[in-house]
């Protein structure tokens, strides 16, 4: 008899939960898989630690294949679910697909983050759901003070000082938190010009601090933010987002350079696709986490709506502690429903408090029911997260008593850039890279700690520097298609064809692709070796600019050389090589240019072409280098808006 194929779908608290406890009830007699699109399960409460450089990314991740022996891993992203012949269609890391069939299907998946219909929200906020987003966020506010303390300008500085976040539930408040200790630190070590201080803001529509939680943690937590300089504002959201700020729901406008967006989150979408009951995004089960009218398939975690048993008529919220336990009932109730387990269990629960971690020694719990503060709090909110997580509890303590000795490290590594953490997005812990699935384009390769490059401030429409913004301003790589190829960018939309300017100099002529009519060539730059618009030769391959063929009138061109180069043995001689846009040949009338300039020197003596009315002047093209913007101020382009 073979034995039964069990598929679990994501690998948070609530699918990593059922898949532990399955494989220790079935025992080798079940094919368990886990399908998730990362090799570790994140415990995220303690993100807010990562971003604040209190404790290293990995601290915070436990591999999946070595806590979970008995469970085969693959890699990828469910796509679509046939309920009828029960198999799983997904998208593996790299593009590849798979089918996965099941007897026992368990999902999983989680949730994303939960957009507003607000104008810019999309194009300028950054999520917090995952890991890339957390390492982001630090690299970014790093980024942001080091500027500030280089500003001249006191507005800019002001601006690049201040962050602002959107939600004050549990993960924001205790990112506001985390933040504003952070970027003291830095500031006490590089003071600011002018005295400033970083300015943290916590934005909730809410009447107060933590509102799903007891009022006296919400009083707690409130009162220690605004003891640490939060600028807290409840009944106070966001109105527009723009590059250089935020307009509050109050007409005030605030200049910044950081939107976080914690307002809440919203089920995985993967669910709406199946056609079946559903509430508020959430598939509809029984108490006993199992979808009605299908007995194979079950569902737990926030994509769940589950009975709340303990207040009839409602279903349990959408918190970590509620996916952790409905992890392990779902695991019971599907090896009962193959006969590898004792009788169903319905799912009850009851609170045994919340903690808030506010940073340092500082938190807010309730830990069974009692209030705590302060350093208290502190040590039973600690002590708690050491039990709650499944691995790393020496390393994170490690962490946690550096830091009390220590000073933090604030450096940014670069590895994240902004377009890699859109908000809009479906797999938030997972983060966008260049040539990935979907992503019909190529990137830039520059990178690196502090490089304030267009890619992260000219979005184009995709977040703060979308994925459509690596490598506008690059040079085309050696090899590649000359004029009249289509270069495909990075982001939405279709590719743009480059002009011959464009491909020529390795960049965009007028600062965007496709901003406009291609310019014609004056005679001066067609003398200097770049191809000419009606070239009649036809060009070789792999050259940039074009070159002449073999065999032609104009003889065989020098090859490898950028622009092309005139033809040997022509009556103007042979040109000097390896001279970047050419040279004129030696020994003509106009005597021997000087060497080594870049585009090459007119020859002396010789009256210099003048190019008709309707063409540019030789020298009005930009010189090479990045295109700055036009639609922002030049200090934008110095970071991450």
């Keep these: 008899m073979s034995r039964p194929r069990i598929v679990i779908v994501g690998a948070g608290f609530a699918g990593y939960r059922t898949a532990r406890t399955l494989s220790r009830l079935t025992r080798g007699r079940a094919h368990i898989t886990l399908l998730n699109p990362t090799d570790y399960f994140l415990y995220l409460p303690l993100l807010p630690q990562v971003a604040a450089g209190v404790l290293e990314p990995r ?195 605030v200049a910044t350079r950081t939107l976080v967006w914690c307002v809440g989150v919203r089920p995985d979408p993967l669910v709406e696709s199946l056609g079946l009951p559903m509430e508020k995004g959430r598939l509809l089960v029984d108490p006993h986490l199992q979808v009605p009218g299908r007995p194979e398939l079950f569902a737990c975690g926030d994509v769940a709506a589950v009975p709340d048993l303990q207040k009839p008529g409602s279903y349990t919220p959408m918190t970590a502690q509620h996916a952790w336990r409905h992890g392990r009932i779902a695991a019971e109730n599907v090896a009962a429903s193959l006969g590898l387990g004792g009788a169903r269990k319905p799912y009850r629960h009851r609170d045994l408090g919340f903690v808030v971690d506010l940073g340092g020694a500082k938190a807010a719990a309730n830990p069974l029911g009692v209030t705590l503060s302060g350093v208290p709090a502190g040590a039973v909110t600690r002590g708690y997260h050491l039990a709650a997580m499944p691995g790393n509890r020496v390393r994170v303590a490690a962490d946690w008593l550096l830091d009390a000795v220590l000073p933090r490290q604030a450096v940014q590594l670069g590895l994240v850039r902004s377009w890699s953490v859109p908000l809009d997005t479906a797999s938030p812990e997972v983060a966008r890279v260049p040539g990935g699935p979907g992503q019909r384009q190529e990137a830039s390769a520059r990178s690196g700690p502090g490089a304030a490059l267009a890619a992260d401030t000219d979005d184009g429409g995709l977040g703060t520097g979308g994925p459509g913004r690596a490598g506008t301003h690059d040079e085309p790589a050696k090899g590649q298609p000359g004029p009249g190829a289509t270069q495909v960018r990075p982001g939405p939309g279709a590719a743009q064809p480059r002009s011959e300017s464009e491909t020529a100099k390795g960049r965009p002529a007028s600062g965007r692709p496709g901003s406009g009519p291609r310019e014609p060539r004056s005679e001066s730059e067609t003398a200097k070796g ?80 003048q190019p008709p009315p309707d063409r540019p002047a030789p020298g009005a093209h930009p010189a090479p280098g990045p295109v700055k913007r036009t639609d922002a101020p030049d200090d934008s382009a110095k970071g991450d808006s």
């Design 530 to 609: 770049r191809p000419a618009e009606a070239a009649a030769a036809e060009p070789a391959r792999d050259q940039p600019g074009g070159e002449p063929a073999k065999g032609q009138p104009g003889g065989e061109p020098a090859r490898n050389q950028p622009g092309g180069e005139p033809a040997k043995g022509q009556p103007g001689g042979e040109p000097a090589r390896n001279q970047p846009g050419g040279e004129p040949a030696k020994g003509q009338p106009g005597g021997e240019p000087a060497r080594s300039q870049p585009g090459g020197e007119p020859a002396k003596n010789q009256p210099v072409p």
């Design 59 to 253: 601290r915070v991740t436990v591999s999946l294949s070595d806590s979970l022996p008995d469970v085969r891993l693959v890699l990828g992203e469910a796509d679509r679910i046939d309920l009828d012949d029960r198999t799983l269609h997904y998208t593996g890391p790299e593009g590849e697909e798979g089918t996965l069939s099941y007897d026992r299907l368990v999902l999983a998946a989680g949730s994303v983050n939960k957009l507003l219909p607000i104008p810019g929200v999309a194009e300028h906020a950054h999520g917090f759901r995952g890991l890339p987003e957390a390492l982001y966020l630090r690299d970014h506010v790093t980024r942001q003070v080091e500027l500030a303390a280089s500003a001249d300008d006191p507005e800019t500085c002001a601006a690049r000082c201040t962050f602002v976040v959107v939600g004050a539930g549990y993960t924001g408040t205790e990112v506001a938190a985390h933040g504003q200790m952070f970027t003291d630190a830095q500031v006490r070590k590089h003071p600011l010009r002018r005295g400033m201080r970083p300015r943290w803001m916590l934005l909730d529509v809410a009447p107060r601090v933590l509102p799903e939680m007891d009022g006296k943690l919400s009083a707690t937590a409130d009162r220690v933010l605004r003891q640490r300089g939060v600028d807290v504002r409840m009944g106070t959201s966001v109105k527009e987002a723009t590059h250089d700020g935020v307009v509050l729901s109050d007409g005030e406008f």
